[in-house]
Every structure is written in C-alpha cells, then in structure tokens.
C-alpha cells in the first residue's frame, strides 16, 4: 500500500455581528419582496380581472336570456306561419263556396225570370207555414170558433182553406195526412 497524504485544514466560520445581520435582512427583504407600487400594480390588476370577469358573467346572463327570447319568438313565428297557412286554405274554400252560391244564385234569378216571363209568381211562405205547390198553409192546434178562425187568418193577411171540387179535396187530404 502506498502511502496516502493526509492534509488537514482549519474552517473558521465568522459569526456576524448583530448589526450585520440587520443589513443582510434589509438587503434580502429589498432583493425577495415587490416595492409598494409593483404591490398596488397587482391589486389594481386583480380588481380589473374580477370586474372582467363580472362583466363576462352578466353579458353571459344577457345572451342567454337574448336566446331565449329569441327561440320564444321563433315559436311565435312558426306558429303564426302556420295560422297564415290555414286562413289562406280557408279563403280558398270560402272563395270556392262563393262562387258556387253565386252561380246558384244566378240559376235561380234565371229561372225566376222564366217563372215570371211565363205569368207564374214564386211565392216565399212564412216560417212555420208548409208549401204545396204555389201555396202556403198553416195548420192550427188549437179549437177556436169559425169567426175566431177567421179573423186569425186576416191578421196573417190570409184566408181559411176553401175546398171547391172533389179533386181539391182529395188532394188537401193527401198533402194534409
């Protein structure tokens, strides 16, 4: 074995003094920690991120509620397209409706003028009276006296039912019953 060399040295740690380790605490307070405007920099900056995001919250709250007006809306809208649709069927069929009561009407007005060009009058009967030919009769319920009866029918601007042949009897008698 070869003969190792041994060397030995002395460390002297110095210990600061008291005022020296105040100066080293100041210069590494300076050095680690931000000056008061780089600290009112940071809270100023932090005030403007929460109103940013303040506002992010409230313009979020805006457009949802926008949306929703806005699909309430489109609701109405199809809605009202679809009313506009059925009333534009509806004209349709009214307009049809007319024009065929208008050529009814016009058939009728012809066949009018033919009744009147050949000397025959249409009568119209009043409600609750039956037609039978070109005449109109009303039939009563009631028993009433033949003066009572026939001041009733003047009053309707008629007359009591007058039977002149045995054909016209027998004919009321059929119509009648």
């Known amino acids: 074995m070869s003969e190792q060399e041994v060397t030995y040295s002395e460390l002297k740690f110095h210990t600061p003094t ?20 780089w600290r009112l920099c940071a809270v100023i900056l932090g005030i403007l991120c929460l109103a940013l995001l303040a506002t992010s919250g409230v313009l979020g709250a805006l457009v949802r509620r926008w949306q929703q007006k806005f699909s309430q809306q489109q609701g109405i809208l199809q809605n009202l397209t679809c ?28 066949q009018n003028t033919n009744l009147q060009t050949r000397g025959e009058k249409c009568t119209i ?27 009733y029918c003047s009053s309707l601007e008629s007359r009591l039912l007058r039977i002149d042949s045995k054909e016209e009897l027998v004919e009321s008698i059929s119509f009648l019953f």
């Open 18 to 37: 008291h005022q020296q380790s105040r100066r080293r605490a100041k210069n590494s307070k300076n050095k680690d920690s931000p000056s008061p405007l």
């Open 83 to 110: 009313q506009k649709i059925i009333l534009e069927n509806q004209t349709r069929e009214l307009q049809e409706i007319l024009e065929n009561i208008t050529m009814e009407r016009d058939h009728f007005q012809t």
């Open 125 to 151: 009967c009043p409600k609750n009276w039956i037609q039978h030919g070109k005449d109109c009769y009303e039939l009563s319920s009631g028993i009433k006296s033949w003066s009572a009866c026939k001041e």
